[in-house]
């Protein structure tokens, strides 16, 4: 593993299992290029202005889509959507276009929503910070909608979780 001054890449990678984060899916395109990938590198990092970053690695496919429209899709998914995780974290072969088995409206920018999210943003990139292997996107929230008050899907320590209640 690459040496970053006082630490491991192993160090790291192992202190960051322990932050429990959300899990989402990243949408981009429109109804004829549409791409999608599980993302938990999400946050909110203002109300007012409303803002989120996020973070997609620089090979990926929807990368592309994304920074040839500049807008993108939050899904943020309920306790009980492990399956569609999985399947957009391309843990579940699919035989090409993973929205095929998904309920998808097009929204006021032509961009691919799953129906069947807990709550979705849509937003427009207006800052990104490109690194060695990933880009760093800051996206103004355009739009919020909730469409169920459900328990949301956590994910630590390599493995999905329940919020206790």
């Avoid at 909110?44 to 496919?61: F, G, W």
């Avoid at 990139?125 to 996206?139: A, K, W």
Wanted: hydrophobic letters at 40%.
């Amino acid at each position: 593993m690459k040496n970053h001054g006082s630490y491991e890449l192993t160090d790291l990678r192992g202190v960051m299992r322990r932050w429990v984060s959300g899990v989402a899916i990243l949408t981009a395109g429109n109804q004829v290029t549409r791409r999608g990938l599980t993302v938990n590198s999400f946050t909110s990092v203002s109300v007012d202005p409303p803002a989120v970053t996020v973070t997609l690695a620089n090979q990926a496919k929807t990368r592309q889509v994304l920074e040839e429209n500049g807008c993108f899709v939050i899904h943020l998914l309920r306790e009980d959507q492990v399956h569609l995780s999985d399947l957009f974290a391309g843990r579940i072969p699919e035989e090409g276009d993973r929205f095929a088995s998904q309920e998808v409206f097009y929204g006021e920018l032509g961009l691919p929503i799953l129906a069947d999210a807990a709550a979705y943003l849509v937003c427009r990139v207006i800052h990104r910070y490109e690194m060695t292997n990933s880009t760093l996107y800051i996206g103004e929230v355009l739009s919020a909608h909730k469409t169920e008050n459900a328990p949301p899907l956590v994910y630590s320590d390599r493995e999905y979780r329940r919020l206790m209640r």
